[in-house]
């Protein structure tokens, strides 16, 4: 069950997500979207784009505000047990977002969905990175998903955070 716990990952987090009636979000706003609308006016959403679509670009206004929201989730939250509840949560369990090589600032955001689809008591760990102002140009996005070393797939050890997947995608705000 260790590697079952999360290895239900950003994918189906977007489906639980779009179920879970949690409101369209804009730039200023916490969580993820609803994915609905693919792609979404104020979301770069690299799972839409590299898991689902295929694609490696994509054209976003320039100087509009955007984010990125993405990362885990595990269902039945209450069941687990204790030491995966605290690998879930540590930092090495994260999405990391860097654009032309910087890493991004993110707000974690975590909240518990009694029902998230057609699962029950799912926790959802959320990092959001945020540009209230837009780019312009080209620019060069990488995401990253890891999970702590004691639940992920290869396991590693606690504390250590290993690369589960990774997207990247080139935006051309225009």
Not at 36 to 60: H, S, Y
Not at 123 to 151: A, N, P
């Amino acid at each position: 069950m260790k590697r079952g716990l999360v290895c239900i990952v950003a994918v189906l987090a977007i489906l639980g997500l779009s179920l879970a009636s949690a409101p369209r979000a804009a730039a200023d706003h916490l969580f993820a979207t609803d994915p609905v609308t693919i792609p979404d006016p104020d979301r770069i959403n690299l799972i839409v784009a590299c898991f689902i679509l295929g694609i490696t670009e994509r054209t976003f206004p320039a100087n509009h505000g955007f984010f990125v929201s993405h990362g885990w989730f595990t269902p039945d939250w209450r069941q687990q047990p204790a030491l995966e509840k605290l690998a879930f949560m540590s930092a090495t369990s994260s999405f990391r977002l860097w654009i032309d090589g910087e890493l991004q600032d993110s707000a974690l955001h975590s909240f518990n969905r009694r029902q998230a689809g057609d699962f029950q008591d799912a926790m959802f760990k959320t990092f959001v990175s945020e540009d209230h102002d837009g780019l312009s140009g080209t620019h060069v996005l990488v995401g990253r998903w890891f999970l702590d070393g004691s639940i992920s797939d290869p396991v590693g050890n606690f504390g250590e955070a290993v690369l589960q997947f990774d997207c990247t995608l080139t935006v051309h705000f225009v």
